[in-house]
Structure formats: structure tokens, C-alpha cells
């Protein structure tokens, strides 16, 4: 496998934990480089069934080791809660979890001010999920962020959330809110700092020792790529960037020594939150993906927004990634359908237009063209095999590549961990 990369080829919530469960197995590292907690993936093994959302997903396999990068924002409340829920199921943690020093901190004020700034935008809020993440990326951009070294050294965080809340204070109590105390945070984070410190060390020793020993290394992205932060649908996206470019800032690995760039999109087509969804069906076809699909966000329990599989999107993904090959998931959620649809382009105006073509009032505007598939009203759900498919199965799946030219590696034919087809 040497040094791949998945990546979400959608909105997020595509499937990435499980398809990254399963590689896991044969990884050393796996490393988690970008965003926060606002990401959940879920993976189901025989340990039970688990949403993580900072911990990277090869935890479960007993020889890999993973890494939080520096790239990755932590709210340390919920790494604490993952490392206590996977100390019960007897996961050993110890030598085997690294976090960056250089990780940025998710503070009280940030989760406050997130809620705030939304509501102070009324109708034309962005939809964001509260926990903190926007306001976070803003102080690390703006020379305001307090990172886990700081937390480590105590008279250094206490020096800096010292300043930080003559700010914020000011901020907050402008927008109605309750100011908030030192010493209570103080008093909160050093109980954090016992129970986190065995886990900080600068892993770039640890990476590039990896590479050089071409040992097996997955980088795990978190959301997808249309919530990248300038390719994405703006301002409906994340703090961070969500591309393959991304594993040099927030790793610390130069994008040449990737081996495998794997993007992994659904079989249709979700949305969380506000912002534009061209495939987007607001009818019963709609609602009968999200019930069969069990469309629920892992991390906010929000129900998604469903849709065709947009292959306009997908192209656009496919090349400012350069994925090498595709996973296809929750293929057997499409089972029962009669007839499938696929968005193969847009028009506007009856001229023919890409994604990247306006922004994001542009894509309000557009028109999906649609091409319709036969369904193949059989089961797949637990095929193994891809020979075991049905044939109007395996012609939605040519189909998809050969409209985006990336070949299909992975098919996901149900949660769990051994529901999958390796072509």
C-alpha cells in the first residue's frame, strides 16, 4: 500500500471510516491531518459499533499506530471521552496514540463564539455544527491560537489565555453572552493536560522515519472536498483544507511521496447543513434514501440531505485531487430503487457549465441534466464479490467510471467491516 491517501469526494459523510477501517489492517501509521471534531467516522468491528471524531480510525487494528497531526484542532473534552470509551473495549492506547504538540486547541470561547456569530446572522446563517472549529482556524490564522504545547507548559497557558480573554470577553459580552472566568478554565484544562500529556510528541521524526522505511501509511482526511475552504462550496464549508495538498501543511509530508490518492464518495448524493445541492430531491425519492440510508450525521444527528449521485461534482473532485482510484459506498442502499438517476453535467441558460464555473449563488441556478439507469431490484447488501453483483449494478458502476475516468477499487456493500468488494 506504501503511502495512500483517502479523501472525501463529496460534502462529507461518504463512508471514509469504514473504507479506512479496512485499509487500516495492513497500515503501520494512520494519520489523521486536518480538521476537528466537527468530522465523525463511523466503524463497525467486533469490538461494537463506534463514531469517531478525533481518533483516527486504525486504532482498532493491534500493530498500527496513529497520529493526530498538526493540521488537526482539538476540543480536548471529546478526544478524552474517545480515549476513555476505547480503554473500556480493552483498545491499548499507549506507544500507539501520538498527538501533535503543534495542534491547535478548541477553547470555551470559541464553541460560544461559533453559536453567537450564527445567530447574529439570522436567515442567512451558514449553517455551521457549533462546536467551534470556524472561530478556532480564525485565532490560528490570526496569531490569537493557544496550541497543546501551550498547554503542556501550564505558565505559558496561562500567560496566553490571559490575553486571549481580555479579547474574547470583550467580544462576548457585545453579543449578550456571559464573560468567561480564568480560573475555571484554568482549573478544567489542567485536569485535561494529566490525562492527555503521555500522548504529545512531535510525530515528525516518527513520519518521515515511516516514509524512509517505506512502511505502510494511510492519511485520513476528514469532511470532504466540496467543504474545502476556497475549493468549496463557500461559505458553506469548513476552517480547513480538505484536499490531498492538504497532508504537507498538516502532516508535515510533501504530496510527491504519495503512492495512492483513494476518493470515496456514496453511491448518491448527501448534504448536512445550508448551501447549494443541485441534486438535491425534496420528495419521497429523497426520503427514501435517507430512511434505507440511514442518512443521520454521525457527529450532529442532523438528517442529511439526499440526492442522485452528481457526477459533475465528482469530476471536479477527481482532478483538483488526482484521485488514482474510487470507492464506491453504500452501493446496497440503492437496492430497492426501480430506476437510478445520475447528474451528468449542468446547463444554464441551455449552455453547458462546470461546478467551477460561478460560486455558490451560481449553483442555485444551474440546472442538472440527468441520465436514467435501469435498478437492479436485488439485494447486494454483503457481496463479497464483484462477480456477484447484478448486471444493472455493475453497469451504475461503469458507468460512474467512465464518466469521471477513475477507476473503482472499492465497492461498500453494507456497514460493516468485511461488506466489501476489492476489485
Same mark, same amino acid.
Not at 489492517?25 to 467486533?46: L, P
Not at 491547535?104 to 461559533?114: A, E, S, T
Not at 447528474?343 to 451560481?362: A, I, R
Given at each position: 500500500?506504501?503511502?495512500?491517501?483517502?479523501?472525501?469526494?463529496?460534502?462529507?459523510?461518504?463512508?471514509?471510516?469504514? $473504507?479506512?477501517?479496512?485499509?487500516?489492517?495492513?497500515?503501520?501509521?494512520? @494519520?489523521?491531518?486536518?480538521?476537528?471534531?466537527?468530522?465523525?467516522?463511523?466503524?463497525?468491528? *467486533?469490538?461494537?459499533?463506534?463514531? +469517531? =471524531?478525533?481518533?483516527?480510525?486504525?486504532?482498532?487494528?493491534?500493530?498500527?499506530?496513529? @497520529?493526530?497531526?498538526?493540521?488537526?484542532?482539538?476540543?480536548?473534552?471529546?478526544?478524552?471521552?474517545? /480515549?476513555? &470509551? +476505547?480503554?473500556?473495549?480493552? $483498545?491499548?492506547?499507549?506507544?500507539?496514540?501520538?498527538?501533535?504538540?503543534?495542534?491547535?486547541?478548541?477553547?470555551?470561547?470559541? *464553541?460560544?463564539?461559533?453559536?453567537?456569530?450564527?445567530?447574529?446572522?439570522?436567515?442567512?446563517?451558514?449553517?455551521?455544527?457549533?462546536?467551534? $472549529?470556524?472561530?478556532?482556524?480564525?485565532?490560528?490564522?490570526?496569531?490569537?491560537?493557544?496550541? &497543546?504545547?501551550?498547554? /503542556?507548559?501550564? #505558565?505559558?497557558?496561562?500567560?496566553?489565555?490571559?490575553?486571549?480573554?481580555?479579547?474574547?470577553?470583550? /467580544?462576548? #459580552?457585545?453579543?449578550?453572552?456571559?464573560?468567561?472566568?480564568?480560573?475555571?478554565?484554568?482549573?478544567?484544562?489542567?485536569?485535561?493536560?494529566?490525562?492527555?500529556?503521555? =500522548?504529545?510528541?512531535?510525530?515528525?521524526?516518527? @513520519?518521515?522515519?515511516?516514509?524512509?522505511?517505506?512502511?505502510? %501509511?494511510?492519511?485520513?482526511?476528514?469532511?470532504?472536498?466540496?467543504?474545502?475552504?476556497?475549493?468549496?462550496?463557500?461559505?458553506?464549508?469548513?476552517?480547513?483544507?480538505?484536499?490531498?495538498?492538504? %497532508?504537507?501543511?498538516?502532516?508535515?509530508?510533501?504530496?510527491?511521496?504519495?503512492?495512492?490518492?483513494?476518493?470515496?464518495?456514496?453511491?448518491?448524493?448527501?448534504?448536512?447543513?445550508?448551501?447549494?445541492?443541485?441534486?438535491?430531491?425534496?420528495?419521497?425519492?429523497?426520503?427514501?434514501?435517507?430512511?434505507?440510508?440511514?442518512?443521520?450525521?454521525?457527529?450532529?444527528?442532523?438528517?442529511?440531505?439526499?440526492?442522485?449521485?452528481?457526477?459533475?461534482?465528482?469530476?471536479?473532485?477527481?482532478?483538483?485531487?488526482?484521485?488514482?482510484? +474510487?470507492? %464506491?459506498?453504500?452501493?446496497?442502499?440503492?437496492?430497492?430503487?426501480?430506476? $437510478?438517476?445520475?447528474?451528468? =453535467?449542468?446547463?444554464?441558460?441551455?449552455?453547458?457549465?462546470?461546478?467551477?464555473?460561478?460560486?455558490?449563488?451560481?449553483?442555485?441556478?444551474? *440546472?442538472?441534466?440527468?441520465?436514467?439507469? *435501469?435498478?437492479?431490484?436485488?439485494?447486494?447488501?454483503? %457481496?463479497?464479490?464483484?462477480?456477484?453483483?447484478?448486471?444493472?449494478? #455493475?453497469?451504475?458502476?461503469?458507468?460512474?467510471?467512465?464518466?469521471?475516468?477513475?477507476?473503482?477499487?472499492?465497492?461498500?456493500?453494507?456497514?460493516?467491516?468485511?461488506?466489501?468488494?476489492?476489485?
Amino acid at each position: 500500500m506504501a503511502l495512500s491517501v483517502v479523501i472525501g469526494a463529496q460534502w462529507g459523510d461518504e463512508g471514509k471510516g469504514k $473504507i479506512i477501517d479496512y485499509l487500516s489492517a495492513t497500515s503501520d501509521y494512520v @494519520i489523521r491531518f486536518h480538521g476537528g471534531n466537527n468530522a465523525g467516522h463511523t466503524v463497525i468491528n *467486533k469490538f461494537g459499533k463506534f463514531a +469517531l =471524531h478525533l481518533v483516527p480510525s486504525g486504532i482498532f487494528h493491534p500493530k498500527t499506530k496513529v @497520529i493526530i497531526g498538526n493540521g488537526v484542532i482539538i476540543d480536548l473534552q471529546v478526544l478524552l471521552e474517545e /480515549i476513555e &470509551m +476505547l480503554k473500556k473495549c480493552k $483498545i491499548k492506547l499507549e506507544n500507539k496514540l501520538f498527538i501533535s504538540p503543534r495542534c491547535h486547541l478548541i477553547m470555551p470561547y470559541h *464553541k460560544l463564539l461559533d453559536s453567537l456569530y450564527e445567530k447574529a446572522k439570522g436567515k442567512n446563517k451558514t449553517g455551521t455544527t457549533g462546536r467551534g $472549529i470556524g472561530p478556532t482556524y480564525s485565532d490560528k490564522v490570526s496569531y490569537n491560537g493557544i496550541r &497543546m504545547v501551550d498547554l /503542556i507548559d501550564r #505558565k505559558s497557558f496561562s500567560e496566553k489565555l490571559k490575553v486571549q480573554l481580555l479579547i474574547k470577553n470583550k /467580544i462576548l #459580552k457585545t453579543l449578550g453572552a456571559k464573560q468567561l472566568s480564568q480560573k475555571n478554565i484554568e482549573k478544567i484544562f489542567s485536569n485535561y493536560r494529566e490525562k492527555i500529556k503521555s =500522548h504529545v510528541r512531535e510525530p515528525f521524526s516518527l @513520519i518521515q522515519n515511516a516514509i524512509k522505511n517505506k512502511q505502510n %501509511i494511510l492519511l485520513e482526511g476528514a469532511q470532504g472536498t466540496l467543504l474545502d475552504n476556497d475549493w468549496g462550496t463557500y461559505p458553506f464549508v469548513t476552517g480547513s483544507t480538505t484536499l490531498t495538498g492538504g %497532508i504537507n501543511a498538516g502532516a508535515g509530508i510533501p504530496v510527491n511521496k504519495i503512492d495512492n490518492i483513494i476518493g470515496i464518495t456514496k453511491a448518491y448524493t448527501t448534504r448536512v447543513g445550508e448551501g447549494p445541492f443541485p441534486t438535491e430531491l425534496s420528495n419521497e425519492v429523497g426520503k427514501k434514501l435517507r430512511t434505507v440510508g440511514g442518512e443521520f450525521g454521525a457527529t450532529t444527528g442532523r438528517p442529511r440531505r439526499c440526492g442522485w449521485l452528481d457526477i459533475e461534482l465528482l469530476k471536479f473532485a477527481c482532478y483538483i485531487n488526482e484521485f488514482t482510484q +474510487l470507492a %464506491i459506498t453504500k452501493l446496497d442502499v440503492l437496492d430497492s430503487f426501480p430506476e $437510478i438517476k445520475i447528474c451528468t =453535467h449542468y446547463t444554464l441558460g441551455g449552455k453547458k457549465v462546470n461546478y467551477f464555473d460561478g460560486d455558490t449563488s451560481f449553483l442555485s441556478k444551474i *440546472k442538472p441534466i440527468y441520465k436514467t439507469l *435501469k435498478g437492479w431490484n436485488k439485494p447486494t447488501k454483503g %457481496i463479497t464479490k464483484y462477480k456477484d453483483l447484478p448486471l444493472p449494478a #455493475k453497469q451504475y458502476l461503469k458507468e460512474i467510471e467512465e464518466l469521471t475516468k477513475v477507476k473503482i477499487k472499492y465497492i461498500s456493500t453494507g456497514p460493516k467491516r468485511d461488506e466489501i468488494i476489492k476489485i
